[in-house]
């Protein structure tokens, strides 16, 4: 029987968490699935572990490859998918009881829905809850409501890992390798192709935030940094198809030239001159500025008529007069 759902899940030396994630899944009570578990590299015994739940179930596929990073496994994992909707689950995360059964079962009765998201929450190794996201349900139709909403990240979030998916939308689309804006810089690409997203209440993701040995753990650099720029630049540029929305395309702009600025912080000696090329050509104009509910409008200002350079100097100096 083809599977109907595709979960990747990149391994990367968890031994000590991968059983619970793997059971969380296979213990769902919706069954037809395929669990693709990318063992990238490990070190540990996870590569082991992987081969030992594949002999326990025929529903699991193992991947072994040289380390390359979670967005080269999660590229692998989309290369093998072969279900009509897909999803990703983190190997230090698991999955609340009946959370793919209570979704599926919605998508398979709505089949113009193109994505799902479900609730999350956050959580620390002891197991200790630390804070919950569960918007209302809500339906999301076109192209606009749908960047609306996932721009600003709320009712709709950046990340990829409390999403169903329908596998089509992922056609020609793989994750930026070597970066750390794996989930920021996707949104882009589904701006065009996600015209109907569903918000649910069903289900619970639990995302663990301070494994150390992480994929995503630690301080953000220059060049993460940069990463984010990058990925806020290009979500910027989606602005264009939609003129409307001026005050969020200020307060998206205000993002990416924030993130430059934390960028030369980290790294006051680095060289910014093809960043700050990029913030003179996308500086939103005085009357866009002036027309923008809700922004920041003081800095903007002053950094439009000091010019990009000066203003993030002056900026800088200010923050370290005041340390």
Not at 70 to 89: D, H, I, M, Q
Not at 130 to 140: A, E, G
Not at 141 to 170: C, D, H, Q, T
Not at 186 to 200: D, G, M, T, W
């Given at each position: ?250 307060l998206a702009f205000t993002r990416l030239y924030r993130r430059l600025i934390i960028a030369k912080q980290t790294e006051p000696s680095a060289n910014i001159n093809t960043q700050l090329q990029l913030i003179r050509l996308l500086f939103p104009s005085w009357l866009d500025i002036l027309k923008s509910r809700d922004t920041e409008k003081l800095w903007l200002v002053t950094a439009k008529i000091f010019g990009a350079k000066f203003f993030i100097k002056m900026f800088l100096r200010y923050l370290k007069f005041i340390e």
């Open positions: 029987m083809v599977p109907l759902l595709s979960i990747i899940t990149p391994v990367y030396n968890v031994e000590s968490y991968l059983d619970r994630c793997v059971q969380s899944i296979l213990c769902q009570s919706y069954c037809n699935i395929e669990l693709i578990l990318i063992d990238d590299g490990s070190t540990d015994s996870s590569s082991k572990k992987c081969e030992e739940w594949a002999r326990k179930d025929n529903r699991i596929i193992v991947i072994h490859k040289d380390n390359g990073g979670v967005s080269s496994a999660r590229n692998a994992g989309l290369e093998k998918a072969s279900g009509e909707y897909l999803t990703f689950v983190d190997p230090d995360d698991f999955l609340a009881p009946d959370t793919y059964n209570l979704n599926m079962e919605y998508l398979l009765e709505h089949r113009d829905v193109d994505i799902l998201q479900y609730p999350y929450c956050n959580y620390i190794s002891n197991d200790e809850i630390l804070d919950c996201h569960k918007p209302f349900s809500t339906l999301l139709v076109g192209s606009e409501n749908v960047f609306r909403n996932w721009w600003s990240g709320s009712p709709l979030e950046y990340v990829i890992w409390n999403k169903i998916y329908k596998r089509n939308i992922w056609d020609g689309i793989h994750f930026n390798v070597g970066h750390v804006s794996e989930d920021t810089c996707l949104v882009p690409f589904f701006v065009n192709r996600a015209k109907s997203v569903y918000i649910s209440e069903q289900g619970m993701y639990y995302y663990q935030r301070n494994r150390i040995n992480s994929y995503t753990f630690g301080e953000y650099t220059f060049d993460k940094n940069i990463d984010l720029f990058e990925a806020h630049t290009a979500i910027f540029e989606c602005f264009k198809q939609f003129p409307d929305m001026i005050t969020e395309k200020v």
